[in-house]
């Protein structure tokens, strides 16, 4: 039994190379199209069952009623067994077969939404139940205990889109091709936000986990089909063989390395200084990210008396637009810089403090979705980057599930902050006191990013 459990997981082995040139191309552009747009769908609909929450947060909040202190403790929960499996299940994606890890850990984040939102049925807060313990704080631990068993599974769905995107596109296209299917993130939150918000004014609060759940199991099934593992496991050769062009330095063909996955693991990540960096700065990164994509709505109905549906609206922007902040950060730092990443990730983090201080002091309900949207594009651009394909081309392809798995780890350690930092900030000091908490974070990242390209340049000298 553990056998057969382990061998629908296990990364198929590399088949008989095909020696006929143009069946290998004419599989390349299919597999290609096929790999992206399934790990493009896939992205945007495990959204649904990760940012509904931030959507049902005021209704969810009134109806149980639970403070802003107890609310970023969910959030808190997500993100930290998310932190924590995005590195273990790196790790895991590296050596696993893409077409069975990612649709299955859709699957059961499906079912941890179902459980969350169904406990809620059995448990009224107001109540002395087990060992004497208020209701409340029994359903706030239940509800904590899923919405984090949720995030572990969450966490295995980008390690294996990490995995495909380098192993099916090399490296003088991989900025371009993984900026465009980044914008699955921002697709993904506004077809939550605006999923969740309408099956709320509908159905209520509880809406906004069954129906994205449904949805969810259907595309599970409908990816096993889709996805396929490496190339070489249908008889294709190395990406960068088809295209003739040369790795990087620090990049070694996976048939080629034949060097142990731990020995790879610790020299390309362990032991990089860039490495250890970039993981430092994408907690400020996610501090900003997670406290406007999770607090926004909720800031703009008590902070600016705006409706649920306006405020949804208003974070949509942030989202949609967005994904042009991820484009552009991707195809400059290709096109322009020649793959030097760290100058835009300055630029677009000095523009993100200016966007925050304008939203925080702006008086105009309609200038909201233009101030909405430049945070989203700004913040969009240094997550691409810095813990996505600057951590992919800092260490060694054979372990690029591993290194996104990494900076994960530490994005995800400034979800945390972000989550309990934002609704400790708000109890404590008001709204402006949490917008200011994001443009901290920014203006570390800065200083960090200004100190990486430091010692870029002068190993570059």
Same mark, same amino acid.
Request: aromatic share 14%; hydrophobic share 50%.
């Given at each position: 039994?553990?056998? $057969?459990?382990?061998?629908f997981?296990?990364?198929?082995?590399?088949?008989?190379?095909i020696?006929?040139?143009?069946? %290998?191309?004419?599989?390349?552009?299919?597999?290609?199209?096929?790999?992206?747009?399934?790990?493009?769908?896939?992205?945007?609909? *495990?959204?649904?069952?990760?940012?509904n929450?931030?959507?049902?947060l005021p209704?969810?909040?009134?109806?149980?009623?639970?403070?802003?202190?107890? &609310?970023?403790l969910?959030?808190?929960? =997500?993100?930290?067994?998310?932190?924590?499996g995005?590195?273990?299940?790196?790790m895991?994606?590296?050596?696993?077969?893409?077409?069975?890890?990612?649709?299955?850990?859709?699957?059961?984040?499906?079912?941890?939404n &179902?459980?969350?939102? %169904?406990?809620?049925?059995?448990?009224?807060?107001g109540?002395?139940?087990f060992?004497?313990?208020?209701?409340g704080?029994v359903?706030?631990?239940?509800?904590?205990?899923?919405?984090?068993?949720?995030?572990?599974?969450?966490?295995?769905?980008f390690?294996?889109?990490a995995?495909?995107?380098?192993?099916?596109f090399?490296?003088?296209?991989?900025?371009?091709?993984?900026?465009?299917?980044?914008?699955?993130?921002?697709?993904?939150?506004?077809?939550?936000?605006?999923?969740?918000?309408?099956?709320?004014?509908k159905?209520?609060?509880?809406?906004?986990?069954?129906?994205?759940?449904?949805?969810?199991?259907?595309?599970?099934?409908w =990816?096993?089909?889709? /996805?396929?593992?490496?190339?070489?496991?249908l008889?294709?050769?190395?990406?960068?063989?088809?295209?003739?062009?040369?790795e990087?330095?620090?990049?070694?063909?996976?048939?080629?390395d034949?060097?142990?996955?731990?020995?790879?693991?610790k020299?390309s990540?362990l032991?990089?200084?860039?490495?250890?960096?970039?993981?430092?700065?994408?907690?400020?990164?996610?501090?900003?990210?997670?406290?406007t994509?999770d607090?926004?709505? $909720?800031?703009?109905?008590?902070?600016?008396?705006?409706?649920?549906?306006?405020?949804?609206?208003?974070?949509?922007? &942030?989202?949609?637009?967005?994904?042009?902040?991820?484009?552009?950060?991707?195809?400059?730092?290709d096109?322009?810089?020649?793959?030097?990443?760290?100058p835009i990730?300055?630029?677009?983090?000095?523009?993100?403090?200016?966007? =925050?201080i304008?939203?925080?002091?702006?008086?105009?309900?309609?200038?909201d979705? %233009?101030?909405?949207?430049?945070?989203?594009?700004?913040?969009?651009?240094?997550?691409?980057?810095?813990?996505?394909?600057c951590?992919?081309?800092?260490?060694? $392809?054979?372990?690029?599930?591993?290194?996104?798995?990494?900076?994960?780890?530490f994005? *995800? /350690?400034?979800?945390v902050?972000?989550?309990t930092?934002?609704?400790?900030?708000?109890?404590?000091?008001?709204?402006?006191?949490?917008?200011?908490?994001?443009?901290?974070?920014?203006?570390?990242?800065?200083?960090?990013?200004?100190a990486?390209?430091?010692?870029?340049?002068?190993r570059? $000298?």
């Amino acid at each position: 039994m553990v056998n $057969k459990f382990w061998d629908f997981f296990k990364e198929p082995p590399a088949v008989e190379p095909i020696q006929d040139e143009e069946k %290998v191309k004419k599989m390349y552009s299919h597999f290609r199209w096929r790999i992206f747009y399934s790990s493009f769908i896939a992205y945007v609909v *495990y959204h649904l069952c990760r940012k509904n929450l931030a959507v049902a947060l005021p209704s969810m909040g009134a109806d149980l009623n639970l403070s802003n202190t107890e &609310l970023g403790l969910l959030g808190a929960s =997500l993100y930290l067994f998310y932190g924590v499996g995005k590195f273990v299940n790196g790790m895991l994606a590296d050596r696993s077969n893409v077409r069975t890890f990612l649709p299955t850990a859709l699957i059961l984040s499906a079912v941890c939404n &179902l459980l969350f939102v %169904v406990s809620t049925l059995f448990i009224t807060p107001g109540h002395v139940t087990f060992l004497g313990l208020p209701s409340g704080t029994v359903l706030l631990w239940i509800l904590a205990f899923f919405w984090g068993a949720n995030g572990w599974f969450q966490s295995m769905g980008f390690p294996p889109v990490a995995k495909s995107l380098s192993y099916w596109f090399s490296n003088s296209e991989r900025g371009t091709k993984w900026s465009l299917w980044s914008t699955s993130h921002q697709i993904g939150v506004f077809a939550a936000v605006m999923l969740s918000g309408f099956v709320i004014e509908k159905f209520g609060w509880q809406a906004a986990f069954y129906v994205p759940s449904l949805i969810c199991i259907v595309t599970g099934l409908w =990816l096993y089909d889709r /996805l396929r593992d490496k190339p070489q496991s249908l008889g294709l050769p190395d990406i960068e063989k088809y295209n003739n062009e040369p790795e990087k330095p620090n990049q070694t063909n996976d048939d080629d390395d034949k060097r142990p996955y731990l020995q790879v693991f610790k020299e390309s990540i362990l032991c990089n200084p860039i490495m250890w960096m970039l993981a430092i700065s994408y907690i400020f990164v996610y501090i900003v990210r997670f406290g406007t994509e999770d607090w926004l709505v $909720k800031y703009l109905v008590e902070a600016k008396a705006n409706s649920l549906t306006l405020a949804s609206s208003k974070l949509s922007s &942030l989202a949609l637009i967005g994904a042009f902040g991820a484009i552009g950060a991707g195809v400059i730092s290709d096109k322009v810089y020649k793959g030097n990443r760290t100058p835009i990730n300055i630029v677009f983090l000095i523009c993100l403090v200016f966007s =925050l201080i304008a939203f925080m002091n702006n008086t105009n309900s309609s200038l909201d979705f %233009v101030y909405a949207a430049m945070i989203g594009m700004f913040t969009a651009g240094p997550q691409l980057l810095i813990g996505g394909i600057c951590a992919v081309e800092s260490s060694s $392809k054979k372990v690029a599930s591993a290194s996104i798995g990494f900076t994960g780890v530490f994005g *995800y /350690l400034g979800a945390v902050l972000s989550s309990t930092g934002t609704g400790f900030m708000v109890d404590k000091f008001g709204w402006n006191g949490a917008i200011a908490f994001w443009i901290f974070s920014a203006v570390v990242c800065i200083v960090l990013c200004v100190a990486m390209w430091i010692i870029q340049a002068r190993r570059a $000298k």
